[in-house]
Nanobody, 124 residues
C-alpha cells in the first residue's frame, strides 16, 4: 500500500504561481509512476501531468503544457506540481496518484493509489 498526502493548495490571484506537493509513504515510492489529476466543481476528473519512475520522462495535458511542471524526488518520496500563470479555469481539487503504469499515463485507471486532494482556487 501507498499513502499519498497532498499539500500546497490555496487561494491565488490569476497570473500567480503555486507549487503543490504530494508526500508518499508505505512502499518505496520510486517503484511507481506518479501523476496529478484535477476535478473542478461539476466536471469530470481531468489528467494534468504524469512522471515516470526515472524522474525524467513526463507527460502533460495539452491544456496545461508550458504552464505546469511535474517533478519528483524519489529520495524524499515526493512528487511536485508547479503551476505558473494561473487562470481561473485552473480552479479545481488537485489529486496525486501513483501506480505501476502499463498503459497510458494519462488515464486514471492506470493508478492504484490516490490522495485526498488539495484545493486550488484562482481569483480573477
Amino acid at each position: 500500500q501507498v499513502q499519498l498526502v497532498e499539500s500546497g493548495g490555496g487561494l491565488v490571484q490569476a497570473g500567480g504561481s503555486l507549487s503543490l506537493s504530494c508526500a508518499a509513504s508505505g512502499r518505496p515510492f520510486s517503484m511507481y509512476s506518479a501523476a496529478w489529476f484535477r476535478q473542478a466543481p461539476g466536471k469530470e476528473r481531468e489528467f494534468v501531468a504524469a512522471i515516470k519512475t526515472n524522474a525524467i520522462t513526463t507527460y502533460y495535458a495539452a491544456s496545461v503544457k508550458g504552464r505546469f511542471t511535474i517533478s519528483r524526488d524519489n529520495a524524499k518520496n515526493t512528487v511536485y506540481l508547479h503551476i505558473d500563470s494561473l487562470k481561473p479555469e485552473d480552479t479545481s481539487v488537485y489529486c496525486c496518484a501513483a501506480g505501476v503504469v502499463w498503459g497510458s499515463h494519462g488515464t486514471s485507471s492506470s493508478y492504484n493509489y490516490w490522495g485526498q486532494g488539495t484545493r486550488v482556487t484562482v481569483s480573477s
